[in-house]
């Protein structure tokens, strides 16, 4: 199970950490992801991390302002967002890969994010 | 980068029917190609990946094919909680990349 929390009302310029609460698998096991749908839009790949948490990846639009990290002792994935825009207001989803990479077997249910003064 | 394109953008059909939706890549991916069902309000939901094989638990209506740069999803005997937006997204190497996306109607 994948429970995303964090989300909410943000203004423009600040920072945003999201969380999501990982159970019922050895997380340390799994690349982990973040991707986001924005109101009435299509899914986009945010950034991923693997098992470990030594290798990080991302798309060029995603680097520098989102930094995805992972704590294994808390079976916890992060998503830090910096100078927020409007054009993060999204539903930002956890996923869990499986065994092929990049392919996203589990979702969690999403958490809001409104970037707006 | 890899983009993926989805067609139709959407369609109606029956209850019953066979539907097809189609995805190309701009270029091989071999068949690291999956895709995935959206309902309103809800998390997207893996339903075939690398191309063919069907997730557990989904209804074996649902199938999956293709290799390279072209790839189908089929449903057949279209049933009414087959509404939904299909998105196919390529596996193959970072950055991965979705689709535009399919919405299904039931007329």
């Known amino acids: 199970q994948l429970l995303e929390s964090g989300g909410g009302l943000v203004q423009p310029g600040r920072s945003l950490r999201l969380s999501c609460a990982a159970s019922g698998f050895t997380f340390s096991s799994f690349q982990m992801n973040w991707v986001r749908q924005a109101p009435g839009k299509g899914l986009e790949w945010v950034s991923s991390i693997s098992g470990s948490g030594d290798r990080t990846y991302a798309p060029d639009s995603m680097k520098g302002r989102f930094i995805i990290s992972r704590d294994s002792s808390k079976n916890t994935l992060y998503l830090e967002i910096n100078n927020v825009r409007g054009e993060d207001t999204a539903v930002y989803y956890c996923?869990?890969?499986?065994?092929?990479?990049?392919?996203?077997?589990?979702w969690g249910q999403g958490t809001l994010v409104t970037v707006s003064s | 980068d890899i983009q993926m394109t989805q067609s139709p953008s959407s369609l109606s059909a029956s209850v019953g029917d066979r539907v097809i939706i189609t995805c190309r890549a701009s270029?091989?991916?071999?068949?690291?190609l999956n895709w995935y069902q959206q309902k309103p309000g809800k998390a997207p939901q893996l339903v075939i990946y690398a191309a063919s094989n069907v997730q557990r638990g989904v209804p074996s209506r649902f199938s999956g094919s293709g290799s390279g740069t072209s790839f189908s999803l089929t449903i057949t005997n279209l049933l009414p909680e087959d509404s939904a937006t299909y998105y196919c997204q390529q596996s193959y190497s970072p950055p991965s990349s979705f689709g535009q996306g399919t919405k299904v109607e039931i007329k």
């Open positions: 270029e091989s991916i071999s068949r690291y």
């Open positions: 996923a869990k890969d499986g065994a092929i990479r990049w392919t996203f077997y589990s």
